[in-house]
């Protein structure tokens, strides 16, 4: 088993752990947590030998076979499925004694080569590389393509199928899910909770870690807990830990202000100068229990787009693609205020390419792209993180916005993305991948867009600042079409899915946990199926069927906006009622002369009470006539 004990680590002059312990024995699936800069990856650094525990034992089976992902790749000529394979390094070194063997043979010692060879699965390793490859989205015929043509995000997933090639006892990974789409995470999944040695995994990617662990380890406050449970798990018990230890922290902030306050007044007097010291030194025994600093850093929401057009933007007929190569066909889509789409569909069915063109980036190669005159879009796309002025601070770049603001609204509003105090002033060129995503989003809703499209927004972002992402999506008042592999963004922000598959854009026909068995489907039927398939597919029946689903959404957008109001006007009753609530918790309203305020407050409780029933009642009606709305068409 690895095994941390009484463990401390320094990364130069920071102290990242402090008598940290630690215990994650075989078939374990750990999910590793903490801030960034917490020590994550240095405790990765640790394991695999890159650094040394300054204190304390770490302790890992001599014997033990260490995978992780590489980092970089070579610019090599090698095929694709033979760089995977290197991945076993037993079977390398029995094929370099194999080959070594036979221009000198010694029939005994090939004997056990072969025999060894075949105790490792060695005669199936190609056909396992090719289903990882397969799984990681490669298609066919390119498991033989040279390392070298492929691209940047490829050549990641090449050195992850080298991983998980090896035939490892500690499988290491940090942040695996970047760069995969939806249906490679899916697949990732299902691999790994077959995997029998132990994992310990880095990832912001919440349903991933649900799918996944056994076990989540949170660093804080330079120490390593490990919690029973997947993240979900972990999020239950970590909160009533931290309720528990924020109610004992304010107790003790109460007993330090009271000895400060005894210390203060009587330690210049001579009668009680004893009891002051005995009271300085208790205050200095006393242990510092640390606050619950369970917030987020970030904290932002998109101001409502000063126009909402309706629609926003139309595609009829829309055949879209590149050079003279078609990727979609026939596409109808309708985007009004509102509206809140998640994409999904097979890698490469086109996804990206329909944002692209309905951010305008790809010019139509036939139809009708009909925007509305005053739409605004805020488009999110990974290759704009490149795009931002290297020597430019985050302050410059809102200034370049809006140069008649403040300098103090704009420190405040970037603030909200994590760009404190001499952070705003700094060059963007040294930023990390999820600082300059942070700092393009937002740039973003400084825009005030009333269409957000948003392809993988989450690549680089930490599990803070994606929760602060989703409830800012979530009071968003313009249209919204989102493409993420994190399925717990897309269950925050949309409420309708729409797939891209075989050139078209349909509806999906299930909610967002039946996609994977679509894709098992999809996968067993050669790739054909559509969500349409048990219809007809005829060019008639596909209009008739877009111009019925744009009626439907004609139909039922004045309940989605008489839901979204109710929603609001519950907010506030509630509010109303809790603060009712906390004026008769009050002792002082029970005295015998405020009997007259007693009686007004039960009377404005009751109220609220009726007032907060009938919204509940009304909310309950629009939502069931939106469902059934849906249902009837």
Known sequence: MLKLSNLSLRRGAKLLFRDADLCIHPGQRVGLTGANGAGKSSLFALIRGELHADAGDFHLPPKWVIAHVAQETPATDRPAIE????????????????????????????????????????????????RLLRGLGFQPGQE??????????????????????????????????????????????AWLRNYPGALLLISHDRDFLDAVT????HIEQQGIRLY???????????????????AVYEKQQRDIAHLHRYIDRFRAKATKARQAQSRIKALERM???????????????????????????????IRAGYGRASILNGVDLDLGPGDRIGLLGPNGAGKSTLIKLLSGELPPQAGRYSPAADLRIGYFAQHQLEQLCPDKSP???????????????????????????????????????GEKARLVLALLVFRRPNLLLLDEPTNHLDLEMRHALAVALQGFEGALLIV??????????????????????????????DYPRWLAENRAAGGS?????????????????????????????????????LEQELERLGEQQAALEQRLAAPDIYAQTRKEDLRRLLQEKAEADRRLARAEEAWLAAGEALEAAGEAS
């Open 395 to 433: 302050l410059d770049h809102l200034q370049r916005l809006d140069p008649g603001a403040s300098e103090q609204s704009l420190r405040d509003f970037i603030g909200g993305f994590g760009f404190h105090g001499d952070r705003a002033l700094e060059p963007t060129a040294p930023l990390s991948g």
């Open 228 to 246: 029973p449970g997947n993240y979900s798990a972990f999020e239950v018990i970590r909160a009533q830990r931290l309720a528990n230890q924020q």
């Open 83 to 130: 760089y995977v394979m290197d991945g076993d390094r037993e079977l390398r070194e029995i094929q370099r004694k194999l080959a070594a063997a036979g221009q000198d043979p010694q029939g005994r010692h090939v004997a056990e080569l072969h025999a060894r060879l075949e105790a490792i699965g060695g005669y199936n390793a190609r056909s396992r590389a090719a």
């Open 287 to 317: 242990e510092k229990i640390a606050p619950a600093h369970a917030d987020s850093p970030f904290h932002f929401d998109f101001p409502p787009p000063e126009k909402s057009p309706n629609p926003l933007l139309r595609l009829e007929k």
């Open 529 to 565: 199926k559509t969500a349409a398939a048990a219809g007809d597919n005829s060019a008639a029946a596909r209009r008739d069927r877009k111009q019925r689903e744009a009626e439907q959404r004609r139909r039922i957008q004045p309940l989605r906006n008489r839901l979204r109001e």
């Open 214 to 217: 056994t076990h989540i380890a």
């Open 144 to 189: 033989e393509m040279p390392v070298r043509t492929f691209s940047g995000g490829w050549r990641m997933r090449l050195n992850l199928g080298q991983a998980l090639m090896c035939r490892s006892d500690l499988l290491l990974l940090d942040e695996p899910t970047n760069h995969l789409d939806l249906d490679t995470v899916i697949w990732l999944e």
């Open 484 to 513: 993420s592999h994190d399925r717990h963004l897309l269950r925050a922000t949309a409420d309708r899915l729409l797939l891209v598959a075989d050139g078209r854009v349909e509806e999906f026909p299930g909610a967002l946990d």
